[in-house]
């Protein structure tokens, strides 16, 4: 537990990692950039459990992510001489194996952290057990029960909260490895220890996950993916984010003095739009309700998140499954200059010819993409790709017969062939699959560094919410907004120009659905974006959205509308066959359309 006096200041929690695969050296800089109390890493998103469970068919003590042990050995020595703790999520599908890694690591360099795990979150070896008890694991977004897929489930985990994490630092942990916790768990947990918070002080945890949602993807809260680069006046790489959280559970956004990016109202609004759906924002400890917080500049690089409000956590926690779908196979073919439909259609016959038909396969996705322009003043800028795709069960069918296949074109096939990439052999493929089980049928377990494993509870629910209805054709939940004023009413005259010359955005993935937050500077501009932003007008400016469940939420305290896109990028991103699988730019694109905007929204 922290000291009396502590307690009396802010905590100080730096990120080092926003996904498995981030900047290497980032602890290091983290670390010796300036003071902090904890060192956090994120490493784990939906794609990364699957990554872990192949590399650990390859080799049974693997499963975590390697390259946290890379980046502890640069600050381990320098963390234990500054009372720096460490917490993690890298310990993925085999915590305790980290924990022993980590163990042999600090021999070898002399040293003896005092390091504890957690477990419980892993559920794929109780599938079977868990159906017996009725738990259906129904898919969130198709209300399929997971007993009707004959797909098999090769990972199931649950998202665990803070708790345990501050249980393993009260008990002395120098490091603490965590599996499938939430990514705010790795802020909430270090809070609430050094806070010394009670389990129903559900404001201050509220403020935490705030803190830890914005945090959690390293420098997206320091000026990655901005949308408004102008504002960016220091094009270093982005410094990577510190929450200063203070008992009250509010915090302060900042990084270290001297590093590059910007820490900005605009910048902090952008990452609590990250990914989420509506403003009540569930985590294992609390329901932070993100239409209730407050953002204020407190000096450069420095923003305020104050005043969010927490109720207690719903009775389920979420459920992070994949699935073995199959196998799969994408080859890019080049077309140039004129004629490109029709020879995108030639070459699609010929391919399939050549295949022997398109029923052959399990699932084909075919996509022109147009690069091209009439006249073009290079060479690639003629050019268009023809991206074909299939799926089967059959890893033969997909291989090297599909991709080599391609090559009979070189010379048969229409004018100017070429693909991006010689013949590909097929990969594996996932298929995410959401889902809620009842806390009561997961036991979080802190191992501390004793050796002793320690139950944690969970915090007593809330009751069963009231959840207002969701209109197909709105998209709007009927309990959460007003009622519209026309588009066109008050704004004044309106010329054509792109979305984004009023709003920014930020976009990504949960699974299968995609989310849009869009957001304004101003009231007035606010306003207008609110009006004039339905359901019915996102769909016209993303006609991929035209068949499929909207769904709109409001949060004026951030000027800001948040969409979700259900279903925009099928079965998750390791199953998807968007270009874009992620999401990553559908935000851009959206603010790339043109609509009407008030002229005077437009001036300079």
Sequence with gaps: MSTPAER?????????????????????????????????????????????????????????????LTQLEHVLGTCLDRGIRIVSNAGGLNPAGLAAQIAELAQRLGLAPKVAYLTGDDLVDRLDELAAAG??????????????????????????????????????????????????????????????????????????????????????????????????????????????????????ITK???????????????????????????????????????????????????????SAPPPTLKVALNQLGGYRNTMTLVLTGLDIAERAAYAEQLLFEVLGGRDRFAEVDVRLLRFDHPDAATNPEATAHLRVTV??????????????????????????????????????????WPALIPARYVQQTAVLP???????????????????????????????VGDFVSPTAGFGPTERAPLGRVCAARS?????????????????????LRAHLT??????LLPEATDLAVHRYELPNLYALNFVVVGLLGEGVASSTRPDPQAKGLGEYVRSRLTDVPTRLLAP
């Excluded at 739009?273 to 917080?293: G, K, R, S």
């Excluded at 050796?451 to 009751?463: K, R």
């Excluded at 359901?535 to 016209?540: G, H, Q, Y």
């Design 256 to 310: 270290h003095d001297g590093t590059g990016g910007l820490v900005s109202v605009g910048t902090v609004t952008a990452q609590l739009l990250y990914e989420i759906a509506a403003p009540e924002y569930l985590n294992p400890d609390v329901a932070a309700h993100f239409d209730t917080l407050a953002l204020s500049t407190e000096g450069p690089h420095r923003v305020r998140i104050s005043g969010c409000t927490g």
């Design 135 to 252: 738990v259906d694991l129904a898919n969130l977004d198709t209300g399929q029960p997971l007993g009707e897929t004959d797909r098999k489930a090769i990972s199931a985990n649950a998202y665990l909260g803070g708790w345990g994490i501050a249980e393993a630092l009260g008990a002395g942990a120098d490091i603490v490895v965590c599996p499938r916790v939430t990514d705010a768990s790795l802020v909430v947990g270090p809070a609430a220890w050094w806070h010394g918070w009670a389990r129903d002080d559900f404001d201050a945890l509220a403020g935490a996950v705030a803190a830890g949602h914005v945090i959690e993807c390293g420098p997206q809260a320091t000026g990655g993916n901005y949308s408004w680069l102008s504002e960016i006046t220091d094009r270093r790489y982005p410094g990577f984010p510190i929450a200063e959280v203070a008992a009250d559970g509010s915090s302060v």
């Design 450 to 480: 004793d050796g002793t494993h320690h139950p944690i509870p969970h915090t007593p629910p809330a009751p069963p919410p009231v959840t207002p209805p969701i209109s197909r054709e709105s998209g709007i939940s009927s309990g959460r």
């Design 8 to 68: 009396d200041r802010q905590v100080r929690i730096g990120n080092c990692s926003g996904f498995y695969g981030d900047r290497i050296t980032a602890a290091r800089e983290m670390v010796e950039g300036g003071p902090i109390d904890v060192l956090t890493g994120d490493y784990l998103a939906e794609l990364t459990m699957l990554i872990l469970w192949k590399a650990k068919q390859k080799d049974p003590s693997a499963g975590y992510a390697r390259t946290f």
């Design 535 to 540: 359901v019915p007008k996102l769909r016209e």
């Design 391 to 432: 799926k089967d069960p059959d890893p033969r069918k997909v291989g090297r017969a599909f991709s080599n296949a391609t090559m009979e074109l070189a010379l048969g096939g229409y004018a100017g062939f070429h693909t991006t990439t010689p013949p590909t052999p097929e990969t594996a493929y996932g298929v995410y």
């Design 508 to 528: 990504g993935d949960k699974g299968g659905n995609a989310n849009v937050g869009l957001w304004t500077r101003t009231a007035g501009e606010y306003d207008w």
